[in-house]
């Protein structure tokens, strides 16, 4: 399994960004995506998740609102809209995938199974 997240940027405060992530996975098999984010000095911390069949999704309180999890199946990849940022969203931005069977979404990090290498989102005020 690889998965590859890419989209981020150095933009200002207010503005929007789109992450990717593609996800490299055996061709029969359900699993959840999951953002996480950290800032320097920070520890990894849950931003988003979003089930297989998308009807169930889970959003940090911090991003709540701001940001948008989808996912297109068909091309095993996720998305993270991001809108109105702020400086305290910048940090490196990780997705993340987890093959428990069923709807399941969980702000766990421990209970995701591969995670890709990251991408940078820097916002200035």
């Known amino acids: 399994v690889q998965l590859q997240a890419f989209g981020g940027g150095l933009v200002q405060a207010g503005a929007s960004l789109r992450l990717s992530c593609a996800a490299s996975?055996?061709?029969?098999?359900?699993?959840?995506i999951g953002w996480f984010r950290q800032a320097p000095g920070k520890e990894r911390e849950f931003v988003a998740a979003?089930?297989?069949?998308?009807?169930?999704?889970y959003y940090a309180d911090s991003v709540k609102g701001r940001f948008t999890i989808s996912r297109d199946n068909a091309k095993n990849t996720g998305y993270l809209q991001m809108n109105s940022l702020k400086p305290d969203d910048t940090a490196v931005y990780y997705c993340?995938?987890?093959?428990?069977?069923?709807?399941?979404?969980?702000?766990?990090?421990?209970?995701?199974?591969?995670w890709g290498q990251g991408t940078q989102v820097t916002v200035s005020s």
């Open positions: 993340t995938v987890d093959f428990t069977v069923g709807e399941v979404v969980t702000i766990l990090p421990d209970a995701y199974d591969y």
């Open positions: 996975v055996p061709t029969v098999s359900s699993y959840t």
């Open positions: 979003i089930s297989w069949s998308g009807d169930n999704t």
